[in-house]
């Protein structure tokens, strides 16, 4: 089924009639009746909502979010400085990592 041509000359294309074509005004409550959308009271969870207070923030918890510490640097590194590094030059900086002959240590300075 397809809609007419409104204004700005947008219409929809749907595999079958709709029966009800809302407006802009219309609610979530006014179009679905899914008893899983009902209102119920709210329990309490473990679930931390929002940001964390800085001081509330160990130094072995800056990484928990990842996979590792490592996958957590490397993500710092991605997103520091330009924001234009890809994911193709991150592999590339790891496959550098990884070489054997790469030594972390044969430099105190870069």
């Known amino acids: 089924f397809t809609t007419s041509t409104d204004s700005m000359g947008l219409f929809r294309v749907y595999p079958t009639r709709p029966t009800l074509f809302p407006n802009g005004e219309a609610d979530l409550a006014a179009l679905v009746d899914a008893p899983t959308l009902e209102q119920q009271a709210r329990v309490s969870s473990d679930i931390v909502t929002g940001l964390p207070q800085p001081e509330s923030i160990k130094p072995e918890d800056l990484y928990s979010a990842f996979s590792s510490p490592t996958a957590g640097l ?37």
Not at 101 to 109: I, N, Q, R, S, V
Request: charged share 20%; with cysteine; hydrophobic share 40%.
């Open 74 to 110: 490397l993500m710092c590194w991605q997103y520091s400085g330009s924001t234009s590094k890809s994911v193709a030059e991150l592999n590339r900086l790891w496959s550098f990592i990884q070489d054997p002959l790469f030594d972390p240590k044969a430099h105190e300075g870069f």
